[in-house]
Structure formats: C-alpha cells, structure tokens
C-alpha cells in the first residue's frame, strides 16, 4: 500500500515536471514568433 502510494507520487511529480518544461518550451517558442512577426 505505502510503496504504491510512493509509486504514485512520484509518478505525479514526474508529469508536473515535464508539464512544466513543455509550458516553458512553449512559452520560448511563442515568444521567438512574436518577435519575428514584429
């Protein structure tokens, strides 16, 4: 039970990292294009 509860914490951390990176990607790449359109 804890070891699975551990499991899906860690799991949880995991996608909020990668959410996090491809928010920060994302926000990079919109800012390039505005510059360009500018």
């Known amino acids: ?3 699975k509860l551990n499991y899906l914490i860690i ?3 995991n ?3 990668i959410i ?3 928010s920060m990607i994302l926000l990079k790449i ?3 294009f505005n510059h360009n359109l500018n």
């Open 1 to 3: 039970m804890y070891a």
């Open 11 to 13: 799991r949880y951390f």
């Open 15 to 17: 996608n909020q990292k």
């Open 20 to 22: 996090l990176f491809n």
């Open 30 to 32: 919109r800012h390039k």
